[in-house]
C-alpha cells in the first residue's frame, strides 16, 4: 500500500524540520529526566508524576512518527499570492444557501498542518474542498455531503 503524499507549502515543510529536530533531541531528552526524577519518588505503582510523564512521552513520540511520516511523503506546493480564485491553502469565506452573509463561515482548504489559528480545516479532497477549488468569490458551488446535496456562494477569499 502506497503512503499518503502530504501537500505542503515549504513555509510548513520548514516548520515541522525544525519541530521534529526539536522533539528528537531537546524533548526526547526532557522527558527521559523527568521520568527519572518521577522514578526516583519510590512505588510506580502509586507514582502520578511518573504515569503522566509516560504518557507525555507516547504524546511526544506520536507526534514524532506523524511529522515523520509528513516528511518522508510529501509534495511541496506553490501558492500563487495574486490568485483570485480558491487554492491549496486559502482561506475561503462560504455562505451555505438561504443564510445571510452575516452567517458567513470561513474555512481553510488545505493540510491540518498547516491551518491557521481558528479557523477549521476542509481537506482538499474532502466533498466541499474539491468543489471550492478553483472557484472564485461570487460563485455558488454545489457538492454532495452525506445528508445530501449542499450549495454554498464564495464571498470571500484569503
Do not use: C
Not at 528528537?24 to 526516583?40: K, M
Not at 495574486?82 to 491553502?89: D, N, S
Not at 461570487?138 to 477569499?157: N, Q
Request: no cysteine.
Amino acid at each position: 500500500m502506497a503512503a499518503e503524499i502530504h501537500r505542503i507549502t515549504q513555509e510548513t515543510l520548514d516548520k515541522l524540520k525544525a519541530e521534529y529536530h526539536h522533539l528528537t533531541t531537546v524533548g526526547r531528552t526532557d522527558i527521559a529526566r523527568i521520568i527519572e526524577a518521577a522514578r526516583l519518588l519510590g512505588d510506580l505503582s502509586e507514582n502520578g508524576d511518573y504515569h503522566a510523564a509516560k504518557d507525555d512521552q507516547g504524546k511526544m513520540e506520536s507526534r514524532i512518527r506523524q511529522i515523520d511520516q509528513v516528511l518522508r511523503n510529501h509534495e511541496i506546493v506553490e501558492r500563487d499570492e495574486t490568485a483570485r480564485a480558491v487554492q491549496y491553502a486559502s482561506v475561503v469565506k462560504i455562505v451555505y444557501e438561504g443564510d445571510s452573509d452575516d452567517d458567513a463561515l470561513e474555512y481553510f482548504i488545505g493540510s491540518i498542518e498547516e491551518k491557521p489559528a481558528d479557523v477549521p480545516v476542509a481537506s482538499p479532497t474532502s466533498p466541499m474542498g474539491a468543489a471550492l477549488l478553483g472557484r472564485a468569490i461570487g460563485e455558488v458551488v454545489s457538492y454532495d455531503a452525506p445528508s445530501g446535496a449542499i450549495s454554498v456562494k464564495i464571498i470571500g477569499l484569503r
